[in-house]
C-alpha cells in the first residue's frame, strides 16, 4: 500500500496546470503577429518615406533644370535674334537643340507640351536664314520670351501641385498609421488582458499547489515524528536487557561480547533514526534570532568529551544570525562532528571555527586538517546517504551534510565546501544576519 505522504491527491482546482500553460500558445502567436504588424508598419512606412523624399527630390531637380533650360534657350534666342552671321547662328542652333532635347522628357505636365510645341516651332523660325525669316528677329524673339513665360508658369503651377500631392500623400500616411496603430493598440491590450487572465489562473493553481505541499510537508513531519517514536520504542526494551545481561554475573565471554554489539548496534540505530527525523524536518526550521558567539561557545561546551585532545581554535567576529539556536546549534555539532569522524590518524586533530560578518550575511567556517575528500566525493558531499570510499570505512550513514545544507538553504544561505585530500576540509556556511 502506497504511504499517506506519497499518495497522490485532487487539487482544490479541476484545471490542469498544463491545459492552462498550453492554452497560452494562442497568446504567443496573436503577439507574435502583433510583433510582425509594428515591424511591417514601421517597414512601410520607411519605404513610403523614402519613395516620397525620391519623389520630392525629383521634382525639385526637374524644376530647377526647367528653369535653367528654359532660361538658357531664351538667352541663345536673344543672342540668335541680334546676329546675322551664319557661323555663330549654327553654333546658336545646336547650342538651343541640346537644350531642347534635355527639356523634351520633362515637358509632360497638362498644356505644357503644347506650349513646348509651339516654341519649337518659333525657334526654328529664329534658326533659320535670316534671308529667308517672314518676320523680324525681334518679333520672333518677344513671342519666344512670351512662350517661355508661359512655360515657366506651367512648371510653376506643377511644382505647386505636386507638393500639394505629396502633402496629401503625407496626410494619408499619418492617418494610415493612426488606423495601424490604433489596431495595434487594440490587439496588444486584448492580448495583455487575455495574458492576464491566463497568469491569473496560473497563480491561483501555484497557490494552491503550495497549500497542498505545506500540507504534505505538514503531514510528512507528523509521520516522521511517529516513525521515530515507533522506531525508538523497540529499541528501548532491547537496550535494556541487554545491559541486564551484561550486570548478570558469570556472564561468558563470548555472550558479554555478542551482548556488546547488541548495544552498539541499538545505539547507532537511534543515531540513524534521529539523523532521518532531522533531515525531515530540516526544510522547516523554526524561526528566530542567535547570537553565534553565545551558541558557539555552548556547542564547544556541550561537545567537551569529544573535543579531548583536539587542537581548537576560534576567530569569533560576527553578531547575530536570523537563525534559532537549536538550528545553528545544530548545524554546529554537525560540522564539528563530521571534523571529528574524519580526522586523521598520523597528526593531532585541529579544528578553526570562524565566523564574520559579510555584507547581509553571516559566514560560519569549520576547517580541519583531516583525512580531507577526492574531487568525486567532494562533489557529493551533501548528498543525502552518500559515502565516498574513505567514508565507508568508518562509522555513520551520510546524513550529517545533508542535513546543513538543507537547513542553511531553508533559512536562505549557502554552503560551499572546499577540500584537499589527505590535508584539510573547509565548510563555509553563509547565513542572514538578524
Aim: proline share 4%.
Amino acid at each position: 500500500m502506497t504511504p499517506i505522504w506519497f499518495r497522490r491527491r485532487d487539487f482544490v482546482s479541476n484545471e490542469n496546470p498544463r491545459t492552462v500553460l498550453l492554452s497560452t500558445w494562442p497568446v504567443l502567436v496573436a503577439l507574435g503577429l502583433v510583433t510582425l504588424l509594428i515591424i511591417g508598419m514601421l517597414a512601410l512606412d520607411v519605404f513610403f518615406s523614402q519613395q516620397e523624399a525620391r519623389r520630392t527630390a525629383d521634382i525639385v531637380e526637374n524644376s530647377q533644370r526647367s528653369i535653367t533650360l528654359l532660361n538658357n534657350i531664351r538667352d541663345h534666342a536673344k543672342r540668335l535674334a541680334a546676329t546675322s552671321g551664319e557661323h555663330e547662328i549654327d553654333q546658336l542652333a545646336r547650342a538651343i537643340d541640346e537644350d531642347a532635347r534635355d527639356y523634351e522628357p520633362l515637358a509632360t505636365y497638362q498644356g505644357e507640351r503644347e506650349e513646348w510645341m509651339h516654341l519649337q516651332g518659333l525657334i526654328r523660325e529664329l534658326s533659320g536664314n535670316p534671308r529667308n525669316r517672314q518676320r523680324a528677329a525681334s518679333v520672333v524673339e518677344a513671342e519666344i520670351d512670351n512662350s517661355i513665360d508661359r512655360l515657366l508658369s506651367i512648371n510653376s503651377l506643377e511644382g505647386s501641385n505636386n507638393v500639394a500631392l505629396i502633402r496629401a500623400a503625407h496626410r494619408q500616411a499619418v492617418w494610415s498609421d493612426a488606423v495601424v496603430g490604433g489596431i495595434v493598440i487594440g490587439i496588444t491590450m486584448a492580448i495583455s488582458l487575455w495574458l492576464l487572465r491566463v497568469l491569473g489562473r496560473q497563480r491561483r493553481l501555484i497557490v494552491e499547489r503550495v497549500q497542498l505541499l505545506d500540507e504534505k510537508n505538514q503531514e510528512l513531519e507528523a509521520f516522521a515524528g511517529r516513525a521515530a517514536h515507533d522506531l525508538r520504542s523497540p529499541m528501548n526494551p532491547i537496550r535494556g536487557y541487554a545491559d541486564l545481561i551484561l550486570e548478570s554475573p558469570g556472564l561468558p565471554e563470548g555472550v558479554a561480547t555478542m551482548v556488546q554489539r547488541i548495544r552498539q548496534a541499538v545505539d547507532r540505530m537511534a543515531r540513524v533514526v534521529d539523523d532521518m527525523l532531522a533531515l525531515s524536518i530540516s526544510g522547516r526550521p523554526p524561526a528566530g534570532q542567535s547570537s553565534t558567539a553565545v551558541v558557539v561557545a555552548k556547542t564547544i561546551e556541550e561537545m567537551g568529551a569529544d573535543l579531548h585532545e583536539v587542537d581548537l581554535v576560534t576567530k569569533l567576529g560576527a553578531g547575530r544570525v536570523a537563525c534559532a539556536e537549536s538550528v545553528l546549534g545544530q548545524i554546529l555539532r554537525n560540522l564539528i562532528g563530521n571534523a571529528i569522524k574524519f580526522r586523521a590518524r598520523s597528526r593531532p586533530l585541529r579544528i578553526t571555527i570562524e565566523t564574520r560578518d559579510a555584507g547581509p550575511m553571516v559566514e560560519l567556517a569549520v576547517e580541519d586538517n583531516g583525512v580531507g575528500m577526492d574531487p568525486e566525493s567532494a562533489k557529493h558531499a551533501f548528498e543525502p546517504f552518500y559515502r565516498g570510499p574513505i567514508d565507508r570505512e568508518l562509522p555513520g550513514h551520510g546524513l550529517g551534510l545533508a542535513i546543513v545544507d538543507r537547513t542553511t538553504r531553508s533559512l536562505g544561505g549557502t554552503c560551499e565546501l572546499s577540500s584537499v585530500s589527505d590535508h584539510s576540509t573547509r565548510i563555509v556556511v553563509r547565513l542572514p544576519r538578524a
